[in-house]
């Protein structure tokens, strides 16, 4: 199956929560708000909109997985220091016979985009 990786828009925010709250509804381990989460991190400070990726059924151009990466600020004791988080990341099963392979590109396009972002944080940091 032919999936495309791409940057979340701003008008798929819904479908995209619909995708994370489907995902995430028969999981054990799981409060079923992770869609809240989602909205909650594009609406604060630390949400970086490249790091918001979706997957397509170019077929179909259904969005069958999401994952998302945040700023986060780790502390330790007067050290501190920024890094990613990775937020629920996810695919739907229910519109996909083969969910692997989407999670398997949404990760290692994740990884590309952590790895983009640490050498600029990195670059920044040597500059300062």
């Not at 619909?18 to 708000?33: G, Q, R, T």
């Not at 909650?40 to 179909?60: H, T």
């Not at 780790?74 to 937020?87: E, K, R, W």
């Not at 999670?103 to 990884?111: A, L, S």
């Amino acid at each position: 199956m032919d999936i495309l990786i791409k940057q979340e828009l701003t008008e798929e925010y819904n479908e995209t929560e619909k995708v994370v709250k489907s995902a995430f509804l028969n999981e054990e381990y799981s409060d079923k708000k992770e869609h809240l989460l989602v909205k909650r991190i594009r609406k604060s400070d630390e949400f970086i909109p490249e790091l918001s990726l979706v997957a397509l059924n170019p077929n179909e151009v259904d969005i069958i997985g999401h994952i998302l990466l945040s700023k986060i600020t780790i502390i330790d004791g007067d050290n501190a220091t920024v890094s990613l988080a990775l937020a629920p990341s996810c695919t739907s099963v229910s519109k996909t016979r083969s969910w692997e392979p989407t999670n398997t590109r949404c990760v290692k396009t994740r990884k590309r985009a952590w790895l983009s972002f640490s050498n600029c944080f990195r670059a920044q940091r040597l500059l300062s």
